[in-house]
């Protein structure tokens, strides 16, 4: 789906487009192999440089290609049980700034919900705003997930299945971030030179926070991947001493057991055997029965079993 928008500095709204100018943003969601040709005829580009537009795994990177600058970003998915990251290219030439997404982006959603209150012909400017709010969301995502963790650290005692799969779950999300991240910084110190974009002094703050909040989230999912291994430690401990002390349990219950059964068993044979005449016979064995039960269950306790 191809949308194209318009806002110069006056508007306060963005506008619709149904053709192509100078100074639009043209937006493309769900992309295919069409759309990428469409992009190659307004741009000039290789269809080569555009391929990896619809790699879902592409990593983060930045490239000139003749005139055009393409950025290969990912951002944090909050609604998508299935994907953690999803890639964003942003292409910027003198006329247009264009971005690509082979599946639904929430970023540019928002974006074209909420507007910005700059022009679309500011194409450093539209630049850096979306690559704020991409780095919002992981810092968003990664706060959350580590609010996940430390709930499952005060519930350590009461760990369920539930809670193993959704600390696994978590541990794969975490990855998928620091998989993300990391080139991403490159990528935002590039720019930050200003040798692919120009770069005015009122941004060069902005860039910095960015750069400084993409350290800060990979600092904080590799610490809580080093949390979560500890957890998985600790859950292996727990569930080793829950499964010793049901065996130490069900042992002290078969041994109470096993002791009344032998004794009715040598008295129950078909063969001559004390007490058989005795009118309470029965209620002898049955205390002898209870004495030796009560000794074990002394010796056990004494034993710490």
């Given amino acids: 789906m191809i949308e194209i928008f318009f806002k110069d500095i006056k508007s306060k709204k963005i ?3 149904e053709k192509v100018k100078s100074g639009a943003w043209i937006n493309i969601e769900n992309a295919t192999t069409d759309d990428l040709l469409f992009v190659k005829n307004i741009t000039k ?9 619809l790699d879902v795994h592409e990593l983060p990177r930045i490239e000139r290609k003749n005139d055009a600058v393409i950025l290969f970003v990912r951002d944090a998915q909050f609604f998508d049980e299935d994907v953690s990251t999803t890639p964003l290219t942003i292409i910027i030439t003198r006329k247009y700034i264009i971005t690509i997404s082979i599946s639904k982006s929430d970023l540019i959603r928002f974006l074209i919900d909420n507007g910005f209150d700059f022009s679309t012909t500011q194409r450093s400017k539209f630049l850096i705003y979306v690559l704020l709010n991409i780095s919002k969301n992981f810092t968003k995502a990664v706060k959350n997930i580590n609010n996940n963790i430390e709930y499952q650290k005060d519930k350590l005692e009461k760990i369920t299945n539930a809670d193993i799969l959704k600390l ?3 541990e794969e999300i975490l990855s998928d971030y620091v998989f993300a991240l990391d080139p991403m910084k490159i990528v935002f110190e590039a720019i930050e030179t200003g040798k692919y974009i120009p770069i005015y002094s009122y941004d060069e703050d902005l860039i910095e926070d960015m750069i400084i909040s993409i350290r ?13 291994k500890s957890l998985r430690q600790s859950y292996q401990i727990i569930f080793t001493n829950n499964l010793n002390r049901t065996i130490k349990l069900l042992t002290s219950i078969t041994v109470f057991l096993t002791i009344p ?9 078909n063969v001559l055997i004390p007490l058989e005449n005795e009118p ?13 039960s009560i000794a074990f269950f002394v010796f056990f306790i004494n034993k710490k079993f």
């Fill in 45 to 53: 580009l290789n269809y080569s440089d555009l391929e990896d537009v």
């Fill in 15 to 17: 506008q619709r487009l």
């Fill in 261 to 269: 059964t032998m004794i009715a068993s040598f008295f129950g044979m």
């Fill in 280 to 292: 309470l016979g029965f209620i002898y064995i049955l205390i002898v029965s209870f004495v030796i």
């Fill in 168 to 170: 696994i779950e978590n």
């Fill in 216 to 228: 800060q989230s990979v600092g904080i999912c590799s610490t809580n991947l080093k949390s979560i």
